[in-house]
């Protein structure tokens, strides 16, 4: 059956009424439609090439390569077809790649920015395999953009404001959260493995199964999606603020990752079961062009915050096996799962362009043969601080990096660091509480 045919016989199995179709943009969320069922397929759908010129306040900047504002073709991709377990009427949700008129993609497009790396490992007969960790505080419900984000209650109207890592109890507060998570992911195709946690009160952590790198960023959008709405059934706010509370930690997106050949094996391990020169060299890439690749990883002004405090993320980029206060810890595994973990990224990255920066930096590194330092021995805490201290020295790197340019191609460059630099002068426009507290009258 054609595409189209695919997507109908499934839609009418399930006596889906309408379908949202949608395009995630620079920031990971949403853009799209919602179209009946009964008229999917029956003809073009475009949707402005625009949406990828969107701040994260919903205003445009210029886009020197669209200025005749042109529409793109959306292409659905029936592989991603799913439920929408929330709905109250049968919904079902499906992702779109954006094409131009000639049938290329459009390269800006955040999904297709990961294709593009995926298929550079590809021509070598290597396969990326990414395993994401994610965390998120839940929050009582407010509408005041001034007030402090405070837990929500638990059982018996208990507030939990105090740091309990990894307690059983604490999770049970919000049971009934955690399972309606569990089973629309189920519904979905989401593959979370274990919750638990985390260091801040109210502030958990899920992991998800190792897969297909595209499949795995596809997966963190919608697992985004899903929580923000079971939180609102429950009463609830969720958010992947990078450092929503100033007293306690952060929020991080860790990335395991490791590389097959086409017959499945790890080629961070030779066959005697030592690492092999691949996986050092992949660790060396990490560390020369990760720098260069940081506003895919802290792509807001509030990222920075996450790196002022050990326990919310290592601000460094050495490895070790074993050692979580390191930028790059390698987990004691088996050969056959020798993998890194990218530790420097925030829970408010888009999923898939922070995979495709993670995944080209070692790229890069496999590829120019590059040695990466000893291995850390003890705390790297009080190391170096490798990594930039605000956002507009990222912007900077990323917009000069011909390697970046390379990897995730240089009209996405252009206006991702375009996109960032508008982002931050927003932000520069905005007076603080601290300005108006203590420097209004005594400066």
Aim: charged residues 25%.
């Amino acid at each position: 059956m054609s595409k189209p045919d695919v997507i109908q016989s499934w839609l009418e199995e399930r006596n889906i009424e309408d379908v949202e179709a949608f395009v995630p943009d620079m920031a990971g969320s949403a853009r799209g439609k919602i179209i009946p069922a009964d008229k999917f397929g029956s003809g073009e759908i475009k949707m402005p090439e625009a949406v990828f010129a969107q701040t994260i306040s919903g205003d445009y900047i210029a886009d020197k390569l669209n200025v005749e504002d042109r529409d793109m073709l959306l292409v659905p991709d029936p592989t991603t077809l799913r439920p929408v377990p929330w709905a109250t009427d049968p919904a079902a949700s499906v992702f779109f790649d954006c094409y131009m008129r000639d049938g290329s993609l459009v390269t800006k497009s955040p999904r297709a920015v990961l294709r593009n790396v995926i298929a550079k490992f590809e021509a070598r007969g290597w396969v990326p395999v990414v395993a994401p960790e994610v965390e998120f505080y839940l929050l009582s419900p407010h509408s005041d953009p001034d007030a402090e984000a405070k837990p929500p209650e638990g059982r018996l109207g208990w507030t939990e404001n105090v740091r309990q890592p990894y307690s059983i109890d604490s999770m049970n507060d919000y049971e009934p959260f955690i399972l309606d998570v569990y089973n629309y992911c189920e519904a979905q195709g989401i593959l979370v493995d274990t919750l638990s946690q985390e260091m801040g009160p109210a502030q958990l952590e899920i992991n998800f199964k190792h897969g297909n790198a595209l499949e795995l960023a596809d997966q963190v959008f919608l697992f985004k999606r899903t929580l923000r709405e079971v939180a609102i059934t429950h009463g609830m706010h969720v958010t992947f603020l990078a450092k929503p509370h100033a007293e306690e930690a952060g929020s991080s997106m860790h990335i395991h990752q490791s590389i097959l050949d086409k017959s499945g094996s790890n080629i961070f391990s030779n066959s005697d079961g030592t690492p092999s020169d691949l996986f050092y060299n992949y660790i060396a890439g990490l560390q020369r062009y990760m720098p260069e690749a940081m506003l895919a990883f802290a792509p807001y002004v509030n990222s920075y915050r996450r790196f002022a405090s050990p326990w919310s993320s290592p601000v460094n980029l050495a490895w070790a096996i074993d050692n979580r206060t390191v930028g790059l810890r390698v987990p004691d595994s088996p050969p056959e799962a020798r993998r890194v973990e990218n530790r420097l990224a925030g829970s408010d990255v888009n999923p898939y362009l922070v995979i495709a920066a993670t995944l080209a930096c070692g790229y890069l590194g496999m590829v120019e043969g590059l040695k990466p330092s000893k291995e850390a021995q003890g705390s790297a805490y009080s190391g170096e601080f490798d990594l930039h201290r605000h956002i507009y020295a990222a912007i900077e790197a990323m917009r000069s990096s011909n390697a970046m340019r390379s990897m995730l191609g240089d009209e996405f460059v252009s206006l991702y660091t375009a996109l960032k630099e508008a982002e931050y002068s927003e932000f520069q426009e905005i007076i603080t509480p601290y300005e108006r507290e203590i420097l209004m009258f005594n400066v």
